[in-house]
């Protein structure tokens, strides 16, 4: 049995122009990123037959998997990232990239200590292995962190990965 994990293609969404953003205009950039188009790549899908698909219900997502895979695509709300949210009330400028790091970190932390995260992920899982069959999954990078974590406690075999690349497949076996 093949697991495909993919992180969805990037985003049409390019960074902010102002060197230092409010906590506002961050929210409100992810807020543009949530809706932006993806930017078309290219994936080899290893010549494997892949029976389904399962995709989070974020649009990004969402097309990819339709992009890449020609038959019924699965739509699955656990499969989806959380949404970033900065908590900041003070009003304060800072680096957007800094502000990716803050959020990158908040969400880490967030999802290590979330047993309803890991639950859901679980129980969704269970549910696309029930086929026994070969499958691909198209989520996001943080989700597949955790899936691949789950994976290897189920016995499947596969890359390690730090920070998934969009649009690349990561095989699992077992």
Not at 35 to 43: P, R
Not at 48 to 66: G, M, P, Y
Not at 71 to 90: H, S, T
Not at 95 to 117: A, H
Request: glycine residues 4%; proline residues 4%; hydrophobic residues 45%.
């Amino acid at each position: 049995m093949k697991i495909g994990l993919m992180r969805h293609f990037k985003v049409d969404k390019p960074l902010p122009e102002k060197r230092m953003i409010t906590p506002t205009e961050v929210n409100l950039w992810y807020q543009e990123y949530e809706t932006a188009a993806i930017v078309d790549g290219k994936v080899d899908l290893g010549n494997i037959e892949w029976k389904n698909c399962f995709s989070s219900d974020l649009s990004r997502a969402v097309s990819t998997a339709k992009k890449i895979y020609n038959g019924n695509i699965i739509v699955m709300e656990e499969l989806r990232e959380l949404q970033p949210d900065l908590f900041v009330k003070r009003n304060i400028k800072l680096p957007f990239v800094l502000w990716l790091i803050i959020i990158r970190v908040r969400l880490f932390i967030f999802y290590r200590l979330t047993e309803d995260f890991r639950r859901k992920l679980s129980v969704a899982l269970d549910k696309i292995l029930e086929s026994q069959e070969d499958v691909l999954i198209v989520s996001h990078g943080f989700v597949m962190i955790f899936m691949r974590r789950e994976l290897i406690k189920r016995g499947f075999k596969g890359p390690s990965f730090k920070s998934p690349v969009n649009g690349k497949l990561y095989i699992f076996e077992k």
